[in-house]
């Protein structure tokens, strides 16, 4: 019997796709509503949120795992606030928390498109999609892919965002272990196109210290990807180049199974629902990273 035949779609789409509809789930790791919410359950620690609400679809687990799903934060940091997060509160009690701080923030960011038109096809649409992703070896998607789905449109289209960015997420993951760079040296890469953290805010966010740094920058320049002052070589550009194409191709298929015409309808209705909570406020200045940029700092 014949496999079936991939599905095609041009990968610049896939890339527009996944920048657009980024800042819709992310925008929850910046929340106050998430402060509140979790802060109530005992955990207060802003570290310890993240920790928590990202983690809590895959249960009580521990520092390994999450250190496993997340790549690029320092596992001695990670395990600062895992499985202590879990005596505060469990599991379920942090997602039903996570959920209603989600509508909250929507609800805020949005304001009257919360209930508008475009944003219930968007649901619709990015639920369609989700349903052409595969969990295997795709760990943090899983987990969140057994949560049930939110009624209300703008909390579907959220857990719609949450899956198709896990999805890449997790894909992206492949892609970097596929050419053999551990989670700082792609931290590394990430802040030497100039796009993204810069070291410092990356080295603190992360929990890597400049000693650590300094040996992951030194293994990059033996690679021939990392220049002496920091840069990224022309190899390197070509390999940053090579995981985003790679990282697109392993996030293909949600997006090719709705078709050209309803991927570019989602396209525009995400696109003018993020330039809404963008205009809202819904990042600080200069810390929002989407598409695969935000998954090669992932988190």
Not at 206 to 211: F, K
Request: net charge negative; glycine share 10%; proline share 6%.
């Amino acid at each position: 019997m014949r496999g079936v035949e991939p599905a095609v779609i041009d990968p610049p789409a896939v890339s527009r796709l996944a920048r657009r509809l980024e800042p819709l789930h992310s925008m929850i790791y910046f929340a106050p509503e998430v402060g509140s919410e979790l802060g109530e359950l005992g955990i207060g620690h802003p570290r310890a949120q993240y920790f928590a609400q990202r983690s809590a679809a895959m249960g009580a687990v521990g520092p390994g795992v999450v250190a496993a799903t997340y790549y690029n934060f320092n596992p001695a940091l990670i395990a600062r606030f895992v499985p202590m997060v879990w005596t505060a509160a469990a599991p379920a009690d942090v997602l039903n928390a996570r959920l209603r701080a989600a509508d909250g923030a929507l609800r805020r960011l949005l304001g009257s498109e919360v209930s508008s038109r475009g944003c219930e096809r968007a649901s619709v649409l990015a639920r369609r999609a989700t349903e052409a992703c595969r969990p295997e070896d795709r760990a943090l998607y899983a987990a969140h892919a057994d949560l049930p789905w939110p009624d209300e449109p703008h909390l579907a289209l959220w857990h719609a965002a949450t899956l198709l960015r896990e999805y890449r997420g997790d894909g992206h993951l492949h892609a970097l272990l596929g050419a053999g760079v551990t989670g700082l040296e792609a931290l590394v890469l990430h802040t030497a196109t100039g796009k993204g953290f810069v070291v410092e805010v990356a080295q603190k966010t992360r929990g890597w210290s400049p000693e650590q740094w300094g040996e992951a920058s030194a293994r990059l320049r033996e690679r021939g990807l990392l220049t002496a002052d920091g840069g990224l070589t022309d190899a390197g550009a070509a390999f940053r180049d090579g995981t985003e194409a790679e990282t697109n191709r392993l996030s293909t298929a949600p997006y090719a199974s709705l078709g050209d015409d309803d991927a570019a309808e989602l396209a525009e209705l995400a696109g003018g629902l993020t330039r809404t909570i963008l205009a809202a406020g819904a990042f600080p200045d200069g810390v929002f990273a989407s598409g695969s940029d935000r998954a090669t700092a992932r988190g």
